[in-house]
Structure formats: structure tokens, C-alpha cells
Nanobody, 115 residues
């Protein structure tokens, strides 16, 4: 079973940028579909962005044009580059690794967008 650990969360001002990283264990990382989710206080967890094992990406409408998901298979890393951050992007961001029969979550990293 793959394990994932998020990092990179921080306090950032509106309009700023932040890059989150997701480190995955194991040797089969390239076969996993990866995703970033977020959960704001008092709200349900929502999908932010996905990247398949073949590199296809998809984004929530709320982050299109501002966020970019990517992966580095040799390093077992996935990333979420976040630009033009808004206060409403404040949330705990979770990394998800998925393949048939396996659905693994990290513990999350907190992103706070505030002046």
C-alpha cells in the first residue's frame, strides 16, 4: 500500500503563490493516479486537481488558470503549484493516490491565505 505525505503549507498573503509537495512511498508511483483535495473549516472535502498515471490533468472550476498539478515519477513526487491565491483557498490540502483496490490519503497540510 502506498503512503503519501504532504508538505509546503504555509501562511501567504492574497495574490501570493505556494507550492505543495506530496511524497509517495513504494516503487509503483508512476502507475497511480494522483489528486489534491482540500477541506475548508466547516465545509466538505472537495476535489482540487487530478493527474493520471499518463499525465492527463483536470481542475476544479474554482482553481482553473491559477493552480497547476504535476508529478515527477522518478522522485515519487506530486506537486500543486498555487498562484494568485485568494482567502477562499484557505483549507487543509490533502494528497490522494489511487489505483485499482488502493486509495491512500495523507494527513494534510494547512494553507492559510490572509493579510
Amino acid at each position: 500500500q502506498v503512503q503519501v505525505v504532504e508538505s509546503g503549507g504555509d501562511l501567504v498573503q492574497p495574490g501570493g503563490s505556494l507550492k505543495l509537495s506530496c511524497a509517495a512511498s513504494g516503487s509503483a508511483f508512476s502507475f497511480y493516479d494522483m489528486a489534491w483535495y482540500r477541506q475548508a473549516p466547516g465545509k466538505q472535502r472537495e476535489l482540487v486537481a487530478t493527474i493520471t498515471s499518463s499525465g492527463s490533468t483536470n481542475y476544479a472550476d474554482s482553481v482553473k488558470g491559477r493552480f497547476t498539478i504535476s508529478r515527477d515519477n522518478p522522485k515519487n513526487l506530486a506537486y500543486l503549484q498555487m498562484n494568485s491565491l485568494k482567502p477562499e483557498d484557505t483549507a487543509v490540502y490533502y494528497c490522494n493516490a489511487r489505483i485499482i483496490g488502493i486509495n491512500s490519503w495523507g494527513k494534510g497540510t494547512l494553507v492559510t491565505v490572509s493579510s
